[in-house]
């Protein structure tokens, strides 16, 4: 069983920052991608950052340069570091990798359980 273990969720003020981690655990032969995903209430969940076990990475568009996703491989760990937090930012933030479980396998997409982040209006 693979887990994916995010931390670093809170309150914060807008133009406030904050850092996410997300760190995978159990038995898996290989993590490829890995990203943050949001869902805000009434909302679609989307895409917030990916970074691959290269360090090629990919943000949605809303980003525009305010968060940085960092990958250390060996911890099997990424980071979502957040700077100039709006309102419209306040979601779940939830984590995903593409893991490989054994060799046979093929990659499938795992999901933490989220960690709320909120940013008052």
């Known amino acids: 069983q693979v887990q994916l273990v995010e931390s670093g969720g809170g309150l914060v003020q807008p133009g406030g920052s904050l850092s996410l981690s997300c760190a995978a655990s159990g038995r898996f032969f290989d993590i490829a991608t890995m990203g943050w995903y949001r869902q805000a209430p009434g909302k679609e969940r989307e895409l917030v950052a990916t970074i691959t076990r290269d360090g090629d990475t990919d943000y949605g568009d809303f980003v525009k340069g305010r968060f940085t996703i960092s990958r250390d491989n060996p911890k099997n760990t990424i980071y979502l570091r957040m700077n100039s937090l709006k309102p419209e930012d306040t979601a779940v933030y939830y984590c995903?990798?593409?893991?490989?479980?054994?060799?046979?396998?093929?990659?499938?997409?795992?999901w933490g359980q989220g960690t709320l982040v909120t940013v008052p209006s």
């Open positions: 995903n990798a593409a893991v490989k479980r054994f060799t046979t396998l093929p990659y499938v997409p795992v």
